[in-house]
């Protein structure tokens, strides 16, 4: 069998999902392609789809700004999916379009693939920063997971409320920038969910990271840079980091799990993708 698999978005030319995706082919031992479709924001999407339809794909991605776009197209949701509110992977089951979302789950994998104890200690202090469709994911992912003491920090205080509201978590407080800032000290797990670091900005960060304890774990799951300031901060304040480099292995991971049923072991590939990013 031929599997052939793909990502649809904008832009997507440098994507890292077919290298991701041609290794996990290769270390599962099956033949098979990985084949960017962009997607330009004045494409007609409903002619797109029907082109895709036509390339009967056994399965394909889904990143930006289709996420949510790709949902009135698919014949099933998965209630995660549903839940969450976005659409990452799509999974062809008897010539019907399915749709899940494996972002939260990524993250969790990655997070437990460095600090293993993270999946048992439900009882943890938990801050997300950021309101978006990453921090709808994880923060979904953790509450069924079962953590309960997760707060949110965003921006615009009526997205981390409307957040709250949305997976009805009557303990979790939202608080603005500052006011996280201010009490980071007292979060087991910082989880950096916002674009601010990524890219141009590499220099700025979403807030200033003092004095933490070593036993708090900070994640960043921006992956260009690698090792984002605020990831620096972190280091230097104190705390134990997890790189969002990992978080994007998983996510495939477990995209070409739901497509082959096969789950790709990733330690070896963490690293070949390190090399990738720092060029
Ligand atoms: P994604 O789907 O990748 O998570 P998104 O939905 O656009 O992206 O969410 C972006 C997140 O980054 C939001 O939490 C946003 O804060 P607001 O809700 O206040 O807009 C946050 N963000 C983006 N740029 C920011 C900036 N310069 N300062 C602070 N927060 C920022």
């Known amino acids: 069998m031929e599997y052939r698999f793909g990502l649809i978005g904008y832009p997507v030319t440098h994507s890292l999902s077919p ?65 969450i509110g976005a659409v990452n992977t799509v999974v062809n089951e008897n010539d019907k379009w399915v749709g899940y979302n494996t972002d939260g789950d990524g993250y969790l994998r990655s997070l437990t693939s460095v600090f293993p104890s993270v999946l048992t200690a439900v009882n943890k202090k938990i801050v997300i920063l950021g309101a978006g469709g990453a921090a709808r994911a994880i923060l979904y992912t953790l509450f069924e997971q079962g953590f309960k003491n997760i707060d949110i920090a965003n921006r615009s205080i009526l997205s981390a409320v409307e957040l709250k509201n949305a997976y009805n978590m009557k303990n979790t407080r939202t608080l603005s920038l500052l006011d996280a800032e201010r009490t980071l000290g007292e979060y087991d797990i910082i989880i950096q969910t916002t674009s601010v670091g990524m890219g141009i900005s590499e220099d700025e960060k979403i807030v200033e990271v003092n004095n933490l304890p070593n036993s708090s774990i900070v994640s960043d799951i921006i992956y260009k840079p690698v090792k984002t300031s605020f990831l620096q901060q972190a280091e230097k304040s104190g705390a134990q980091i997890h790189y969002g480099h990992s978080m994007l292995l998983y996510q495939a991971q477990y995209a070409f799990e739901l497509w082959t049923g096969i789950r790709v072991p990733l330690e070896k590939m963490e690293l070949d993708l390190l090399k990738k990013l720092e060029g």
């Open 19 to 83: 290298w991701i995706h041609s290794e996990f082919l290769q270390k599962a031992g099956v033949n098979g392609s990985y084949t960017l479709y962009e997607i330009k924001p004045d494409d007609t999407f409903d002619n797109k789809m029907e082109e895709l339809k036509r390339e009967n794909l056994n399965g394909f991605n889904i990143t930006s700004p289709y996420k949510k776009t790709i949902i009135p197209y698919l014949d099933d949701l998965d209630k995660r999916a549903e839940a």
